[in-house]
């Protein structure tokens, strides 16, 4: 894992809820809601006449708007790659044996504070959880290699 793919967990998670958004926004539009106005009066004396605004769903293209359509389908693919990017990353940092490097990584790429505030948080030096992150990252490149091999059946 490089400092390049982990601090692409802020954004995929974004990403996700961004998606999220659009999908659903594309689903309302789908729906065919209709609105219109109708004319009302009171049953009993005084015949007060008012106007009423009503909504409602148009049933007239039932089938065309069950369907998904392409651009639906190309953020939900977007939506499936981001998640297991995501989920990529989460579980090479869960599988970090040395707390310290997960408070560093935790601090720095899931909660997006500054090298200042982590090493405040961690009462150190300023550089020294971005050293001791990039010499952890250099030692261990194997974790890198083998995780991407067993994530690869996942890429879509």
């Keep these: 894992m490089t400092k390049g793919e982990l601090e692409q967990i802020l954004d995929l998670r974004k990403e996700i809820r961004e998606l999220d958004i659009k999908i659903e926004r594309m689903k309302e539009q789908r729906v065919g809601k209709v609105i219109d106005r109708v004319h009302t009066s009171m049953k009993e004396y005084p015949y007060v006449y008012t106007t009423k605004t009503?909504?409602?769903?148009?049933?007239?293209?039932?089938?065309?708007?069950?369907?998904?359509?392409?651009?639906?389908?190309?953020?939900?693919?977007?939506?499936?790659?981001?998640?297991?990017?995501?989920?990529?990353?989460?579980?090479?940092?869960?599988?970090i044996e040395d707390s310290r490097i997960r408070r560093i990584i935790s601090l720095r790429y899931e909660e997006g504070m500054s090298w200042?505030?982590?090493?405040?948080?961690?009462?150190?030096?300023?550089?020294?959880?971005?050293?001791?992150?990039?010499?952890?990252?250099?030692?261990?490149p194997e974790r890198r290699q083998r995780k991407n091999k067993s994530f690869s059946q996942f890429s879509l």
């Design 54 to 95: 009503i909504s409602g769903v148009d049933n007239r293209d039932k089938k065309h708007r069950r369907e998904l359509t392409e651009s639906e389908l190309l953020l939900l693919k977007r939506r499936q790659q981001a998640v297991d990017a995501e989920y990529r990353i989460s579980q090479y940092i869960s599988s």
């Design 116 to 140: 200042e505030k982590v090493a405040i948080e961690m009462h150190c030096d300023r550089t020294y959880p971005e050293k001791l992150l990039t010499r952890y990252l250099k030692e261990h």
